[in-house]
């Protein structure tokens, strides 16, 4: 079997002139990429100053060695500083006051916790 010559990748544009992809490609493989994932045109990870971190076969073998599909026996538990806990807030609580057994005609006082924010806002609009 005779093995086939590489095609140039000739493309045509709209103003008619003729384009070689794999040439452009070429000449532009070290350029870095435009977005947020610090890679050139080629995949390498690039540094700050744009130096080479971890190649494209780099990359793509370490894909390849993660184990797919299963969940680790421990979980990894991140330490919380001291100084960033949550303290947990407190809930409003409801205080119901109920007659005396001394004034029998009293009536019934529910007192409701002072509303903020919207609420208090919202509260004459009705």
Same mark, same amino acid.
Request: charged share 30%.
């Given at each position: 079997? !005779?093995?086939?010559?590489? =095609?140039k990748?000739? %493309? ?8 070689d992809?794999?040439? &452009? ?5 070290? *350029?870095? /990429? *435009?977005?947020?994932?610090? !890679? ?5 990870? &690039? ?11 780099? !990359?793509?073998?370490? %894909? %390849? ?16 500083? /001291?100084? =960033? ?10 205080? =119901?006051?109920?007659?005396? /057994? ?13 509303k ?5 806002? &919202?509260?004459? &609009?009705?």
């Open positions: 079997m !005779v093995a086939r010559p590489t =095609r990748r000739m %493309y045509r544009t709209m103003q008619g002139r003729m384009v992809i794999e040439k &452009l490609r070429a000449s532009n493989e070290h *350029v870095r /990429a *435009v977005g947020n994932m610090n !890679v050139n045109a080629r995949g390498d990870v &690039l540094g700050p100053s744009g130096r080479i971190i971890e190649s494209k076969a780099d !990359v793509i073998t370490k %894909y %390849y060695e993660q184990p797919k599909g299963k969940a680790d026996d421990t979980p990894i538990r991140r330490k919380i500083p /001291a100084d =960033r806990k949550i303290a947990p807030t407190p809930q409003p609580s409801i205080q =119901r006051m109920t007659p005396t /057994a001394s004034k029998p005609d009293a009536p019934t006082v529910i007192t409701t916790p002072e903020k924010g919207i609420d208090a806002a &919202l509260d004459g &609009l009705e």
